[in-house]
């Protein structure tokens, strides 16, 4: 990659080279162990004139989300969030919503139940059936300026599109912004969640690089983006989703930035990311990560003590590929989403079965790779204290938890 993807500058400065790994949601059968496996470097850059983050586009969306091994709606904490978003939203009876990337329903289930007229967008067949199973009206594409446009003649104009965890997955940015715009009335509103790159990079949640994330959002370069796509950024909402996000209100009319989106304009400041000089320590940082966590698993496999993991969600499959960690030092992990059981991790090929084999198996340690849903994770494996068992968190920094 040597231009920046949203502004077009060549002045490009490397953040954190995470060498070469699968993508992350390519998950193996059984029959496919002993087939060539296809990895693509995964080294993040920063352009150093509008500071938009970004990973050479070297998978397409197509070949990721044609079929999707993600379903939203097995995180609860995460369909109460969508619910809590749609109680707030201020829906009129007569309001029409459109939702991008809607995965499984796991939104507009919640628009459906009020009674409001809905549509989700969504590129993945798998998923999309699932939220028709759902009620929810679905429409198989990916979003470009002609669908939106083609939606709009057919529904009319959206009061509220919704597109949450997708702006960070599409290459082309400005395209993408253009089909929001073509989706959303004059007078409507675009709400957009993606993870923050601040809070990712305080926090060190460099597991959440992977292929299929093309960029990582400050408040500045996704208000740059918006615009070159015709929206305007009015208002920023700090979220704990994902281990920090942020949900940015744009609209087609240009209005002043309310007080919070301007305080978050100065924490990125504040933190060096409107300069190159605020990324120069994070690959130091990362390698700390690596070395506490591959340090922690060799001692436990060194005093014979047995180690399996929770979740096998995207940013797992960075962690494990990044530290090298194999089946000898994390025997299986275990997900709620049947579609990967019996399946294995892309590139270090870690069996995955359904959540019940950690009862039955009592191991000493249960390494959690969806960190970020720690607070709802913490209640569902409370079972694992029965035996002694322990919860480890490889992500701000090791942390082991009875």
Known sequence: MTTCRLCGSGDLAGVVDLGATPPCELFLTADRLDAPEPTYPLHLRVCTECWLAQVPPLITPE????????????????????????????????????????NDGYLLQHVVERGVRCLGIEPSANVGAAARDKGVPTLTEFLSPAVGQRV???HGPADLVVANNVYAHIPDVVGFTKGLRALVADDGRVSIEVQHLLTLMELNQFDTIYHEHFQYYTVASARRA????????????????????????????????TQRALDLLSREK???????????????????VRRDLLRFLIDAADAGKSVVGYGAP??????????????????????????????????????????????????????VLPWNLREELVEQLSYVREWGGRLVFPIPSLEVVA
């Open 63 to 102: 070949e990721t989300f044609t079929e999707y091994a993600y379903f939203s709606s097995y995180s609860t904490s995460w369909v109460e969030h969508a619910r809590r978003f749609v109680d707030g939203a201020g829906l009129r009876p007569d309001s029409f919503v459109v939702e991008v990337a809607s």
């Open 152 to 154: 709009r003649a057919e």
């Open 226 to 257: 918006l615009a070159g796509g015709g929206l305007h950024l009015v208002d920023v909402e700090p979220l704990p989703t994902h281990g920090g996000s942020i949900r940015l209100w744009a609209q087609p009319e240009e209005a002043p930035m």
């Open 270 to 288: 504040a933190a060096g990311l409107h300069e190159l000089a605020g990324y120069q320590d994070f690959a130091r940082r990362v390698a700390r």
């Open 314 to 367: 995207g940013k797992g499959n960075t962690l494990l590929n990044h530290c090298g960690i194999r089946p000898d030092l994390l025997a299986y992990t275990v997900d709620r989403n049947p579609y990967k059981h019996g399946r294995f991790t892309p590139g270090a090929r870690i069996p995955i079965h359904p959540p019940e084999r950690i009862a039955a198996d009592r191991p000493d340690y249960v390494l």
